[in-house]
């Protein structure tokens, strides 16, 4: 999504510039907002992924008490 969105924007850019209608400080803008969204989406794929997993590990213990011994010993 993010390429499809940076080429779209960039696509743009240049259509603009050869009419000399965006300003350099929109491009930046635009660009900058785009890092910002990536950054936010990994932050959130990290937190979502290690919730999923404790969640999982957590249902696992309540659905079988016997097997927590086990895992120390892995």
């Known amino acids: 999504m993010q390429l499809l969105l940076e080429a779209r ?3 743009l850019a ?8 965006m300003p ?3 491009r930046e803008e ?3 907002t785009l890092d ?3 950054v936010v989406g990994e932050v ?12 999982v590990g ?3 213990l309540i659905e079988s008490p016997d097997l927590e011994g ?3 010993a892995v």
Do not use: S
């Open 44 to 55: 959130t794929d990290l937190f979502t992924g290690k919730f999923g997993e404790t969640t």
């Open 30 to 32: 635009v660009f900058r």
């Open 70 to 72: 086990d895992d120390e």
């Open 58 to 60: 957590f249902i696992d």
């Open 14 to 21: 240049e259509d603009h510039e050869e009419r000399h209608e």
């Open 24 to 26: 350099a400080e929109l």
């Open 36 to 38: 910002l969204i990536d």
């Open 9 to 11: 924007f960039q696509q």
